[in-house]
């Protein structure tokens, strides 16, 4: 009972990835299907499938080593195509019909060489038969998806073909060009399936639009397999096409910054229409009405087909990371979804252009109801925000703060535009001219601080509820760029008006470090009456400087307050972390030890236990703080004299973030053991990985690994110890506090292991020896085992007709399992390469050798280790074969002597006589 005791108190931190947001586009091709709802992106040399209404990655494909360069997928969502720069086409079905509606399957079809350039278009048909390609040879192919082989081949163009759209173009019926094609019989079935069908007083006839990069547009008959028209309007790179049959034209768009729509029937051109910026996507809205077009400034414009005026109000240039690199289509659903330069997608809603009737009237931009992030980039930081942490704040390596959503909402939705998820993105915080580097948040999380490389900090109000993502106040008057900022976190009392209402209550002040190598602390300034509601970038509140003072010699790279606020810290590159207090700004103390520039700095908890150095001394009650160093190591150290108080050395390159971790209360341990909860700190490195400390011994508690590059970000939820680490990878870990669970687990896996090791020491007892053969196998107790069969083969007398000695062991051991089978095999392999064990070994192996078939022992050979054990078993079995014929052989001398001594006279009792009398002599 002490040993269970012992081990109980015996507390084994772990923690579990229970979330990962990661990269889904990084650049490339997308597609969609038909419905709106899976999407189809490029992430390097792989291939993605993902849900858009759940946020699920439904499939990875891989690739062949080199970066793709063309994604397609059927409208049905049946089959995806995939070219890459190794020259290969790839062709997979997709198998909807998983263990679970969270994957899909895709099937490798064929693998075939396209053409002998890179692809670098690719254009699927309506009906999701056939796919088109371009290269740069100039060359377009028409392919049979299911078949995998080439229809049709079409040259003409003289450079790269850039743009690729198959359409049904309406003819009438009495139009001479109709007549030829309805009298001429395809010599293809496919043709004849696909190339004319039939209406009431018109016809549908197959053709293929290309363009090129010498601004060339071919229109090419499928069934006549040859070009019906030239189209030489653009003196750029074609980009995109479109078709409507509403209207029956054909609008194109290109860098020459123009889009023009074709008349379908006699190849003219009806408009031209100069877009001003280079186009990348056009298409139709509408049934012809209006297109849209996209490109370098970052708009989605709409244009009326007729007048070629554009519809929608004026809008502002965009970044270059706006600018639009495709754009999809999907009228089911009624959005528009823009893909950026920055890899990030944006839904528009194209409800208002279903309500506009006017030609000539203007409407506002298409609104963007969703976002979504192929990629956020490089993590530098991140923060939780409410409601109940249900947000997290990225600063990804961008002048803008991404906010996603840590929930999934209980609504089912069948709509991408309106799904919420976890990790789906809320809100973008736009302001900052230049990247963020450093983020912080005040108690209630309403009031988020950011800090920049243009040389300003900015306080957002964050009110969820009402969807309000405001900046509030400016701060500028720092020379280099901001690398650290604070906020107090310390709660104002309980039933205060800054307390109840803290959307209208901003904090106290902010302190911020610069490259400047001077820190400022700023006045927040109060709200006016309806500063609140109005809040813009233009007329933000501008914070003022309470004090300045130069801190560091070098770059101030981390800045935290104390709990109560009454001290801050300051860490920078000069090696040294200088304690301040915050009224005055005066200088309290300066924690010298390490040997290169500090990255991370920390106060300890609340109610924080105080700890034993290394050289013996111990914390006071006026805290701790925690640092991490560019010297690999993290050190604690006593605000009593400023003095290391422990060394932590784990980390094989800089520590970049530390942080204390909430003392635990939901261990099973914590009601009667305070100790099974030790103080903990978890660090994040160069290295990649997260680890957790326990402060009170310096030793490593567990190490978390999920990333591949440096973990610049790290944050706690203080309620349920979850860690959230980003890093340079992009991806996003939650790591799940699981000791709780584990002890848990090992408590009872130990508890069962004792009433398992009784009850067989009771089967033992009482004879049951099937029960007792069967448990001891399950529970892998060879010692037990060897010990039961011995007694049964030292059985004295032994039961006639048993091989061990009794026959009930015999019955047990020729219905044994295949499992259990393979599992006696390896023990009795063991006790076979003993001699004191091994007769034992032959009694149980003689037993298996004539109770099951040849075929299912040489069955259990191709199982995992099977060969192994029987090769060993045959091994030994023979070297104790051939100990025993030279045995029976030294026998046989014995024998022989023994009767030629009684051919002569001599037997055992003369021999006996003789020996005596020469003993009484």
């Known amino acids: 009972m002490a040993a269970m005791t012992t081990q109980r108190t015996k507390l084994i931190t772990t923690f579990e990835a229970e979330h990962v947001i990661q990269p889904i586009y990084t650049g490339g091709d997308v597609a969609l299907d038909r419905e709106g709802l899976l999407l189809a992106t490029c992430l390097g040399e792989e291939a993605l499938l993902t849900d858009l209404t759940t946020g699920i990655l439904l499939a990875r494909i891989e690739g062949d080593g080199e970066v793709l360069t063309t994604l397609s997928i059927t409208p049905s969502a049946s089959h995806l195509i995939t070219c890459s720069r190794s020259l290969s086409m790839r062709i997979y079905a997709l198998d909807h019909s998983g263990k679970t509606t969270a994957s899909i399957n895709p099937v490798l079809l064929r693998t075939v060489k396209p053409h002998t350039t890179p692809v670098i278009t690719a254009a699927i048909d309506d009906t999701g038969t056939l796919l088109a390609t371009g290269s740069a040879d100039g060359i377009v192919k028409v392919w049979d998806i299911r078949g995998g082989y080439i229809t049709h081949t079409f040259r003409g163009h003289a450079g790269i073909v850039s743009a690729l759209h198959f359409f049904q173009a309406t003819l009438e019926q009495n139009h001479p060009k109709q007549r030829v094609n309805k009298k001429k019989r395809s010599r293809s079935h496919l043709e004849e399936d696909v190339v004319i069908i039939d209406y009431h007083d018109s016809a549908v006839a197959f053709h293929l639009a290309s363009g090129s990069e010498d601004g060339k547009i071919r229109i090419w008959d499928l069934a006549k397999r040859k070009s019906v028209a030239t189209l030489d309007s653009h003196v750029s790179v074609v980009r995109d096409f479109d078709y409507v049959r509403g209207i029956n034209a054909l609008v194109s768009g290109s860098r020459d910054k123009t889009a023009t729509v074709w008349d379908a029937q006699t190849w003219r051109s009806r408009r031209v229409v100069p877009i001003l910026?280079?186009?990348?996507?056009?298409?139709?809205?509408?049934?012809?009405?209006?297109?849209?077009?996209?490109?370098?400034?970052?708009?989605?414009?709409?244009?009326?087909?007729?007048?070629?005026?554009?519809?929608?109000?004026?809008?502002?240039?965009?970044?270059?990371?706006?600018?639009?690199?495709?754009?999809?289509?999907?009228?089911?659903?009624?959005?528009?979804?823009?893909?950026?330069a920055d890899q990030s997608f944006r839904f528009h809603s194209t409800i208002p252009l279903s309500v506009s009737t006017s030609s000539a009237g203007s409407v506002e931009p298409l609104p963007i109801i969703r976002r979504v992030s192929g990629?956020?980039?490089?993590?530098?930081?991140?923060?939780?925000?409410?409601?109940?942490?249900?947000?997290?704040?990225?600063?990804?390596?961008?002048?803008?703060?991404?906010?996603?959503?840590?929930?999934?909402?209980?609504?089912?939705?069948?709509?991408?535009?309106?799904?919420?998820?976890?990790?789906?993105?809320?809100?973008?915080?736009?302001?900052?001219?230049?990247?963020?580097?450093?983020?912080?948040?005040?108690?209630?999380?309403?009031?988020?601080?950011?800090?920049?490389?243009?040389?300003?900090?900015?306080?957002?109000?964050?009110?969820?509820?009402a969807e309000s993502y405001k900046c509030y106040a400016t701060f500028t008057g720092h020379a280099e760029s901001i690398g650290a900022v604070s906020l107090p976190s310390n709660p104002p009392p309980t039933g205060s008006p800054e307390y109840e209402n803290s959307l209208d209550h901003p904090p106290a002040f902010l302190i911020t470090g610069s490259q400047d190598r001077t820190i400022k602390c700023w006045s927040i300034p109060e709200p006016s009456s309806n500063s609140s509601s109005n809040l813009s970038l233009s007329n933000s509140l501008q914070g003022r400087a309470l004090y300045t003072r130069k801190a560091h010699d070098k770059d101030i790279n981390a800045i935290c307050l104390s709990l109560q606020s009454t001290l801050f810290a300051s860490a920078s590159q000069d090696r040294n972390v200088k304690i301040w207090s915050t009224e005055g700004g005066e200088v309290q103390g300066i924690l010298r030890g390490h040997r290169r520039g500090v990255w991370s700095v920390a106060f300890a908890p609340k109610d924080c236990p105080s700890i034993s150095g290394d050289n013996g001394s111990?914390?006071?009650?006026?805290?701790?703080?925690?640092?991490?160093?560019?010297?690999?190591?993290?050190?604690?150290?006593?605000?009593?004299?400023?003095?290391?108080?422990?060394?932590?050395?784990?980390?094989?390159?800089?520590?970049?973030?530390?942080?204390?971790?909430?003392?635990?209360?939901?261990?099973?341990?914590?009601?009667?053991?305070?100790?099974?909860?030790?103080?903990?700190?978890?660090?994040?490195?160069?290295?990649?990985?997260?680890?957790?400390?326990?402060?009170?011994?310096?030793?490593?508690?567990?190490?978390?690994?999920?990333?591949?590059?440096?973990?610049?970000?790290?944050?706690?939820?203080?309620?349920?110890?979850?860690?959230?680490?980003?890093?340079?990878?992009?991806?996003?870990?939650?790591?799940?506090?699981?000791?709780?669970?584990?002890?848990?687990?090992?408590?009872?896996?130990?508890?069962?292991?004792?009433?398992?090791?009784?009850?067989?020491?009771?089967?033992?007892?009482?004879?049951?020896?099937?029960?007792?053969?069967?448990?001891?196998?399950?529970?892998?107790?060879?010692?037990?085992?060897?010990?039961?069969?011995?007694?049964?083969?030292?059985?004295?007398?032994?039961?006639?007709?048993?091989?061990?000695?009794?026959?009930?062991?015999?019955?047990?051991?020729?219905?044994?399992?295949?499992?259990?089978?393979?599992?006696?095999?390896?023990?009795?392999?063991?006790?076979?390469?003993?001699?004191?064990?091994?007769?034992?070994?032959?009694?149980?192996?003689?037993?298996?050798?004539?109770?099951?078939?040849?075929?299912?022992?040489?069955?259990?050979?191709?199982?995992k280790g099977g060969r192994e054990v029987v090769e060993a078993l045959r091994v030994y079995t023979e070297k104790h074969y051939r100990r025993v014929e030279e045995l029976c052989g030294d026998s046989w001398i014995i024998e022989f002597l023994l009767n030629e001594m009684d051919q002569l006279g001599i037997n055992e009792r003369a021999v006996l006589d003789r020996e005596k009398d020469v003993i009484m002599a």
């Open 618 to 863: 111990t914390s006071s009650n006026r805290g701790l703080v925690l640092t991490g160093s560019g010297d690999k190591t993290i050190k604690i150290w006593t605000l009593n004299d400023y003095s290391c108080l422990r060394t932590l050395e784990g980390h094989t390159n800089s520590v970049l973030k530390v942080l204390w971790l909430p003392l635990s209360t939901s261990s099973p341990l914590a009601s009667t053991n305070s100790k099974a909860t030790p103080l903990q700190i978890a660090s994040a490195g160069g290295d990649g990985l997260v680890k957790i400390w326990d402060a009170t011994t310096g030793e490593v508690a567990a190490t978390l690994d999920n990333h591949t590059d440096r973990i610049w970000a790290l944050a706690v939820d203080p309620d349920t110890r979850m860690l959230v680490s980003g890093g340079g990878d992009s991806v996003v870990t939650f790591w799940k506090d699981t000791s709780s669970e584990t002890a848990g687990k090992t408590w009872a896996a130990a508890t069962q292991r004792v009433e398992q090791d009784q009850e067989l020491q009771n089967f033992i007892h009482q004879g049951n020896y099937r029960e007792a053969i069967t448990l001891a196998l399950a529970l892998n107790h060879p010692a037990r085992l060897l010990s039961l069969l011995q007694g049964v083969v030292d059985t004295n007398p032994p039961e006639e007709g048993s091989i061990t000695g009794l026959k009930a062991v015999d019955e047990v051991l020729s219905s044994l399992s295949d499992e259990q089978l393979l599992f006696l095999l390896s023990r009795v392999r063991d006790w076979n390469t003993n001699a004191r064990t091994s007769a034992v070994a032959q009694r149980v192996l003689n037993v298996i050798v004539k109770s099951y078939s040849a075929d299912r022992l040489a069955g259990l050979g191709k199982r």
């Open 375 to 465: 990629t956020h980039d490089e993590i530098i930081d991140l923060a939780f925000l409410p409601p109940h942490r249900s947000l997290l704040a990225l600063a990804t390596n961008t002048e803008d703060v991404r906010i996603v959503s840590l929930i999934t909402s209980e609504k089912e939705t069948s709509s991408p535009a309106s799904a919420t998820y976890f990790g789906a993105d809320v809100a973008l915080l736009r302001g900052h001219e230049d990247i963020i580097i450093c983020l912080s948040v005040d108690w209630s999380g309403h009031w988020l601080a950011t800090g920049a490389k243009d040389n300003t900090a900015r306080l957002w109000r964050i009110d969820h509820a």
């Open 277 to 340: 910026e280079s186009v990348e996507a056009v298409g139709f809205l509408e049934e012809g009405r209006f297109f849209y077009t996209g490109g370098s400034t970052g708009q989605l414009r709409i244009w009326h087909s007729e007048s070629g005026q554009e519809v929608t109000q004026g809008q502002e240039v965009q970044d270059e990371g706006d600018a639009i690199v495709h754009i999809l289509k999907n009228g089911n659903q009624g959005f528009l979804v823009s893909v950026h």
